[in-house]
Nanobody, 113 residues
C-alpha cells in the first residue's frame, strides 16, 4: 500500500502559477498510474491529469490542456502538477491518487484577485 501526500497549494491571482507535488511513502510509484483530481465546492470530484509512472505517458482534461503539465521525478518519487495561467474556475481542493485507489487528503487551490 502507498500513502500519498500533496503540497504546494495556496492563493494565487488569475493568470498566476502554482506547482503541486505528490509524494509517495510506503512504496514507490513504480508500476502505478498517478492521477490528479479536483473538487470544487458543491461539485463532484473530477479528473484533471494522469501520468503512467513507467511510460511517462500523460493525459489531461480538456480544460487543463496547454495550461497544466503533469510530470514525474523518479529520484524523489514525486509527481508534480505545474499549473499556469490559472483561472478562478480552477479553484478547488486538489487530490493526488495512486493507482486509482490510494488518495491523499487534498490541498486547497484558490484563484482570486
Amino acid at each position: 500500500q502507498v500513502q500519498v501526500v500533496e503540497s504546494g497549494g495556496g492563493l494565487v491571482q488569475p493568470g498566476g502559477s502554482l506547482r503541486l507535488s505528490c509524494v509517495a511513502s510506503g512504496r514507490a510509484f513504480a508500476g502505478y498510474s498517478v492521477v490528479w483530481f479536483r473538487q470544487a465546492a458543491g461539485k463532484e470530484r473530477d479528473f484533471v491529469a494522469h501520468i503512467n509512472w513507467d511510460s511517462g505517458r500523460t493525459y489531461y482534461v480538456d480544460s487543463a490542456k496547454g495550461r497544466f503539465t503533469i510530470s514525474r521525478d523518479r529520484a524523489k518519487n514525486t509527481v508534480s502538477l505545474q499549473m499556469n495561467n490559472l483561472k478562478p474556475e480552477d479553484t478547488a481542493i486538489y487530490y493526488c491518487n495512486a493507482q486509482w485507489k490510494f488518495w491523499g487528503e487534498g490541498i486547497s487551490v484558490t484563484v482570486s484577485s
